[in-house]
């Protein structure tokens, strides 16, 4: 008898990811086990040809042989570009950030430097006070 070992796979689908657990033979690969998971039946959107997959967060390709423990995991493609998601957020907080204080020349003032532009008398406010 083959020996067995234990393996994951996982598809993020969407809110409700698809989990499974299962023993396979050793010298399994990782198209292999996909096919004897169910998976394809039950997420008829995977696209082996065009859909990349990976172990624990590296990409392998299907001719890959499992070890035990190995989660498979199958990616979805991009929705949004990373990088210009990330430009979005930090154009959107730079715009929620509160302004600071400048000088003319657009250098930010310091808690000491708006105290001695507001005058003695407003010691301790600033400028948005």
């Given at each position: 008898?083959?020996?067995?070992i234990k393996i994951?796979?996982?598809?993020?689908?969407g809110?409700?990811?698809?989990l499974?657990?299962m023993?396979?033979?050793?010298?399994?690969?990782?198209?292999?086990?996909?096919?004897?998971?169910?998976?394809?039946?039950?997420?008829?959107?995977?696209?082996?040809?065009t859909?990349p997959?990976?172990?624990?967060?590296?990409?392998?390709?299907?001719?890959?042989?499992?070890?035990?423990?190995?989660?498979v995991?199958?990616?979805?493609?991009?929705?949004?570009?990373?990088?210009?998601?990330?430009?979005?957020?930090?154009?959107?907080?730079?715009a929620?950030?509160?302004k600071l204080?400048t000088?003319d020349?657009?250098?930010?003032?310091?808690?000491?430097?708006v105290?001695d532009?507001?005058g003695?008398?407003n010691?301790?406010?600033?400028?948005?006070?």
């Open positions: 008898m083959a020996e067995r994951s796979l996982c598809y993020a689908s809110p409700n990811p698809l499974r657990a023993e396979v033979d050793a010298g399994t690969t990782i198209g292999q086990a996909i096919e004897q998971s169910g998976m394809l039946q039950d997420a008829p959107e995977i696209n082996l040809v859909m997959v990976g172990i624990y967060g590296k990409k392998k390709t299907l001719d890959t042989v499992l070890q035990a423990r190995d989660r995991e199958i990616y979805r493609p991009l929705i949004v570009d990373p990088k210009n998601a990330r430009r979005r957020r930090a154009k959107k907080d730079s929620d950030a509160p204080p000088t020349a657009g250098e930010v003032l310091t808690q000491q430097a105290g532009a507001l003695p008398e010691a301790g406010r600033t400028s948005a006070d």
